[in-house]
């Protein structure tokens, strides 16, 4: 396995060891009324994260689990590469890429990497460390249909054992609407997050529109960032970065693990798992919360989300 990407697989790997020996309830933490995974996160880094600081050249992925994140990161990795004239995909991960994921003296290391710092978090913006907000941060924000982010988020937590595992889609599915799975209410995150939609340092992207036309979601990614891309690296990007590309090297990225994390890549799975009351159910909660939100329309939940 590549040396680059031993950060992520080592952490992985630890918090699989950590949780195979935790009781369920063991598995999850409360931090300001939101539950996140013990075996990987924890009140002092949560704690230690709260005075991170910033730089102005940081580069940001947001997004809810399983709504894409690591298909993002890959893109980002790589137009950070062509925008140093480096060789694409060799770059070492020096750090867990997600922010608030690894040991609390994590921040002190991040102050010697160099610029510019990709970084990816799956926090709402109220707690992220507000030097971030401070420095005006390029921040892409990744959004994906709740139905497909269901799915995806159950087979994940039965398929790594980071996160507690669930005996039937039903259980994992009640857990999703009342706020009991890691991160907390995607409906919440997508209320929070659409409060700061409009400013320039924020892009928001949907996992839908980037299947739809990778090509473009790329370049207008590059362009946000301010990297120049000739056609040739464009199309490299778009490549690299096809769930086939991403899946064949997975074991690379992110040895014995990339199965889980590379499943199905696809729209529309919810269709193999919701029931007509769950579908109800959900649509009511989205209709309520965020329908009439740019980032809810943006999602255009009439077309990937009706049965």
Not at 35 to 41: E, F, M
Not at 95 to 116: A, C
Not at 148 to 176: E, K, M, Q, R
Not at 282 to 303: H, I, N, P, R, S
């Amino acid at each position: 396995m590549e040396n680059s990407r031993k950060a992520f697989t080592d952490l992985i790997a630890k918090g699989v060891a950590a949780g195979s020996v935790m009781k369920r309830d063991e598995m999850m933490f409360s931090h300001k009324g939101i539950l996140y995974p013990t075996t990987i996160c924890s009140p002092e880094a949560f704690k230690a994260l709260e005075s991170f600081e910033a730089r102005s050249d940081d580069v940001i992925l947001a997004g809810y689990p399983k709504s894409g994140t690591n298909w993002l990161s890959q893109i980002l990795n790589d137009l950070i590469a062509i925008s140093q004239k480096k060789t694409l995909g060799k770059e070492k991960l020096e750090e867990f890429p997600y922010l608030e994921v690894g040991d609390p003296e994590k921040y002190e290391r991040m102050l010697k990497l160099p610029s510019p710092r990709f970084m990816a978090t799956h926090l709402r913006p109220e707690n992220l460390p507000t030097s971030i907000f401070r420095k005006k941060v390029k921040i892409l924000l990744l959004v994906r249909n709740p139905k497909d982010v269901a799915t995806s988020f159950f087979h994940f937590s039965n398929g790594l054992g980071i996160l507690p595992s669930y005996d039937t889609w039903d259980d994992f599915f009640t857990d999703f609407m009342s706020k009991k799975v890691a991160w907390g209410s995607y409906f919440e995150y997508l209320s929070e997050w659409n409060k700061y939609i409009d400013k320039e340092n924020i892009m928001a992207i949907t996992y839908e529109e980037l299947k739809e036309n990778p090509a473009l979601g790329v370049k207008n990614i590059a362009a946000f960032f301010g990297i120049p891309l000739t056609e040739e690296e464009l199309q490299l990007v778009v490549e690299r970065s096809s769930f086939q590309s991403m899946k064949k090297n997975s074991e690379k990225t992110h040895g014995s693990f990339g199965n889980v994390f590379f499943r199905k890549g696809g729209v529309s799975d919810w269709k193999n798992l919701f029931s007509e009351e769950q579908n109800e159910k959900m649509d009511k909660v989205f209709e309520e919360q965020v329908a009439g939100t740019k980032l809810g329309k943006k999602l255009k939940y009439d077309v990937y989300c009706k049965a």
